[in-house]
């Protein structure tokens, strides 16, 4: 699957973005389904992928982000039960380049926020 741009992803349904967590999981429908001890089953799955159902009940995000290992609020938000958060400049890229992986002890992300500002700073030069 290739990378997607920040604009594509803000553009992305949360159904288009559940598929995409699925498929980076490598998982099927089905083993969703077995992963959810049955909770969500993969026909309610498939309909969410499709964005038939637009707001789930928030214990299914609940699963579903336990399962793909992603950020409940993140799923809260992309359903609408939550405010997106205030764009505060630098804080929100942080949260962007730290989003991806889960379990970042606050050393790993001060390590990756001062490589992401040395970076920028070796383009102006």
């Known amino acids: 699957m290739p990378p997607v741009s920040q604009q594509e992803e803000a553009n992305t349904t949360l159904g288009q973005h559940l598929a995409r967590l699925r498929s980076a999981a490598g998982l099927k429908l089905r083993e969703v389904e077995e992963k959810s001890d049955g909770e969500i089953s993969n026909a309610y799955l498939s309909q969410l992928e499709n964005d038939k159902i637009k707001k789930p009940d928030p214990s299914y995000l609940y699963t579903l982000a336990g399962i793909y290992n992603t950020e409940y609020e993140d799923l ?24 991806a992986i889960k379990n970042l002890t606050p050393e790993e992300e001060r390590a990756l926020i001062e490589y992401l500002a040395f970076i920028r700073k070796q383009k102006r030069s």
């Open 76 to 99: 809260m938000q992309r359903a609408g039960y939550l405010p997106p958060p205030p764009k505060t400049a630098g804080k929100r890229q942080a949260q962007a380049a730290t989003f």
